[in-house]
């Protein structure tokens, strides 16, 4: 930023004249001036709002201190900067402290909902019972030590395999497609399939009402499953499109030569290169199909007992367990639908750093 | 010896190019038609949804006519129907959802993309990505309890001082010494503030994708004319990236118009022609199909259809839309290493 090639690197020993001149010069770098300015703002502002803020205007809030705290903190860093620095940097510098700020308020953000969650989930953890039994005759008002969300926790095992059973070949069969094929169906698909990815999953809900449950098939499992099938694929595809589209061409175009014909070579080459990215893909899915809560309000329905068979009783799924929990607004059910939520986000999490070790297997092995 | 002449022999037919193509192996055509229906089946997918949503709304428009787009309330007793309040709901979640969002999630593609750290950048991607992977009803738990106690808060100070302001009246003395916090608690802008939590990472996936590529040799021509890193951003990365700021938020907004479970849990429900966002009460299409689906009649369900129907020819519009200026954004698809 302001360090030129004419000065040396802050940190480190001065590196002789000649190679000084001709290094890249530093955007990343602050130098001693650069930390001392923003430091001094920072606490400069601090200050003064603690004295105009809390103590003569009596604000309120913690939220209220902290905006007017960076407001006053932004006026004051542009003041410092410019004392010495063109106007140029001075807006630089200014964005620079606005990206962090925003990145802090998206990262802590996402940091509070899953400490929150699992903080409150806690207590329900304490009692085995939640893990092994099922609500089936089990009073809201009951405490917590009895009835637990077995049945939810096997529900949303068995839809999510099947959706996954469903949506698996399909969506890799559309990726093979979509990488493989040139034209302009493949990119007409490609739109469509981006387009599904945001499909909102209330709609593949009510097409599976509208497409079987009408027609006589019952509120169950399977219809969920069918239901979560519909929105996985989309996700499935396209991120299993981008793993395919990294294999090196030099690859396929190897196979061609020694003469395999391009089925063998999806076969037995494009696909067992991707085999990470394909799993990655198939992560992502899963994880989109298990916190999906209003396709199996629609296609299921919620039940407080443990449904095996997939295509005869209403199946709960945790998510579905947690929606319904808290519209009770009974406090000891809200407590378990954290406690639901916290098995579910520990679900997520799992397949979440499951796709991280695969798709860094990946990275190690080109 | 007798030379002999060869007898010219009768004019051959002009020599042609061998075949290159050649036929394509049976395993091949076998490989092209499967591949090819099941890249296709997806548009039969998204067809039948529409297909089976709109026969199934058709008793309905014929019952209400053009009035179900019109009316107000939602009351089924009465025979009165409409989606008017829901549609007017929808869009103010999604609104507030976008105006929360957009700012949030360029800032953060940008901060990933270009100043973040060379450590740090993996974690940023990572956590945009379990961010989007987190269910969205827990993201309405976190805003129902964890968030909206604080942000009624912000309800009453935009209440007290841009009242004036129809968006941010509420129906009640924000001055009072004892507020009354419920006319706060249960608004569209608390849902949206929800909402946006998942449409964060949709939109700046995509635009961090985009900013990704914006060319290197471009960048550092810029900063070879002495640009700072902002005057690189605005002059390099958001011209290049403009598609995907587009049809990222696009995408986002899609998410935003469809959301249902963490809606449903925020929103009390009201049929309400009101644009105050931050007064208690409101409904969106999809929180209504869901608060309503169990206890519906016949001709109830015919009309939660009709309004799934409608809701899924919005987000098309916008999806695709979205797709559209995404996959223009960025031209050279394919990756060829």
């Known amino acids: 930023m302001t360090t030129t090639t004419v000065h040396a690197p802050a940190t480190g020993r001065p590196a002789p004249r000649a190679q000084t001149r ?32 809390e103590h003569l205007v009596d604000g309120s809030g913690t939220l209220g201190f902290l905006v007017v705290w960076y407001l006053t903190f932004l006026a004051i860093y542009a003041g410092v900067v410019a004392m010495s620095n063109p106007r140029p940097i001075v807006v630089d510098r200014l964005v620079t402290t606005a990206l962090w700020a925003i990145s802090g308020v998206v990262v802590f953000a996402l940091s509070t909902t899953l400490v929150y ?21 089990v009073s809201p008002t009951a405490p917590l030590t009895q009835g637990g969300i077995l049945h939810a926790i096997v529900g949303t095992f068995i839809e999510v395999g099947i959706a996954v059973l469903i949506s698996v070949p399909l969506g890799i069969g559309t990726a093979v497609y979509m990488a493989e094929t040139a034209g ?36 169950s499992g399977m219809a969920a499953a069918i239901a979560m099938a519909v929105t996985m694929t989309p996700i499935v595809a396209r991120a299993g499109e981008v793993s395919l589209r990294v294999v090196p061409g030099g690859l396929r175009e190897a196979s061609y030569a020694l003469g395999a ?33 209003a396709v199996v309000l629609i296609a299921s329905g919620a039940s407080t007992f443990m449904a095996i068979n997939p295509v005869k009783n209403p199946m709960n799924s945790l998510p579905l367990f947690i929606f319904t929990a808290v519209k009770t607004g009974e406090p000891l059910q809200i407590q378990r639908a954290f406690g639901a939520a916290s098995v579910l986000l520990a679900i997520v999490l799992a397949l979440f750093v499951a796709a991280r070790v695969f798709s860094r297997d990946k990275a190690g092995n080109r | 010896m007798a030379i002999t002449v060869p007898e010219p022999s009768p004019p051959r037919p002009a020599p042609q190019p061998r075949r290159v193509e050649p036929g394509l192996e049976p395993s091949d055509r076998w490989f092209q038609a499967g591949s090819t229906a099941i890249g296709w089946s997806v548009l039969v997918i998204t067809g039948a949804v529409g297909v089976f949503l709109g026969v199934q709304s058709v008793p309905t428009l014929r019952h209400y006519g053009l009035n179900f787009f019109t009316t107000v309330e939602w009351n089924p007793q009465f025979d009165r129907i409409g989606i008017a309040a829901v549609l007017l709901g929808t869009v103010e979640v999604a609104f507030v959802a976008m105006v929360v969002a957009f700012p949030l999630a360029l800032g953060f593609a940008l901060f990933i993309s270009d100043y973040a750290p060379r450590w740090a950048k993996g974690w940023l991607v990572s956590a945009i990505d379990l961010m989007a992977a987190v269910p969205s009803i827990i993201y309405g738990l976190w805003g129902f309890y964890l968030l909206k106690p604080h942000a009624i808060n912000l309800s009453r100070w935009l209440s007290q001082h841009f009242g004036w302001f129809p968006l941010f009246h509420v129906n009640t003395d924000p001055n009072a010494a004892v507020w009354q916090q419920s006319q706060y608690t249960s608004s569209a802008f608390i849902a949206g503030l929800a909402v946006s939590m998942m449409a964060i990472p949709l939109a ?108 899924f020819l919005i987000t098309l519009a916008v999806n695709s839309t979205a797709a559209f200026v995404i996959s223009r954004s960025r031209s050279g698809a394919s990756t060829e290493i």
Not at chain 2, 222 to 244: C, E, H, M, N, S
């Open chain 1, 22 to 53: 001709r290094a890249p010069r530093r955007i990343r770098v602050l130098t001693f001036d650069d930390w001392m300015s923003l430091g001094g703002s920072l606490l400069s502002s601090l200050a003064l709002v603690v004295v105009v803020y």
């Open chain 1, 117 to 137: 969650t699992l903080a409150r989930g806690w207590q329900a953890f304490t009692h085995l019972n939640f893990f092994t039994r099922t609500m089936a005759g």
């Open chain 1, 184 to 219: 302009r169906g493949p990119r007409f698909v490609r739109t469509v399939v981006e387009a599904m990815t945001a499909l909102p999953e209330i709609l593949a809900g009510l097409f599976v009402y509208a497409l079987l449950i009408i027609h006589g098939f019952p509120k």
């Open chain 1, 261 to 293: 014909s391009r089925f063998r070579t999806v076969r037995k080459v494009v696909l067992p290169s991707a085999k990470a990215g394909l799993a990655t893909a198939t992560i992502l899915g899963v994880a989109r199909g298990v916190g999906e809560t």
């Open chain 2, 204 to 311: 700046c996936a995509v635009m961090r994708a985009v900013f990704d590529q914006a060319p290197i040799g471009e960048r550092e021509a810029a900063l070879a004319l002495g640009g700072t890193r902002w005057g690189v951003i605005r002059k390099v990365v958001l011209p290049f990236g403009k598609g995907g700021i587009i049809g990222g938020s696009m995408l986002a907004l899609g998410r935003a118009l469809g959301e249902t479970a963490a809606v449903a849990i925020i929103l009390s429900p009201a049929y309400l022609l009101s644009p105050r966002i931050l007064q208690s009460g409101a409904q969106t299409t999809s929180a209504l199909i869901a608060g309503n689906f169990g206890s519906a009649t016949r001709s109830q369900l015919s009309a939660l259809l009709t309004a799934g129907f409608v809701l």
